[in-house]
């Protein structure tokens, strides 16, 4: 499972990639990643409290986005 630092850095590093391909926009995969950090880090905030399911999205990108 991932954890929020380490989907950050997923995403950090899609980002990386796609400035060094000269991409003027983020790919799909950076809009992704940025996507489920977002949603994680709302689901773990005090306002929602819903650890199970940013567990589970932290456990889905850690399958699926290497």
Known sequence: MDTTVTLYNKYLASLQFDIQGGCTSASQMTQTLLAFYQEVLYRISSAVSDQITADQL???????YS
């Open 58 to 64: 932290l456990t889905f990108t850690f399958e699926n």
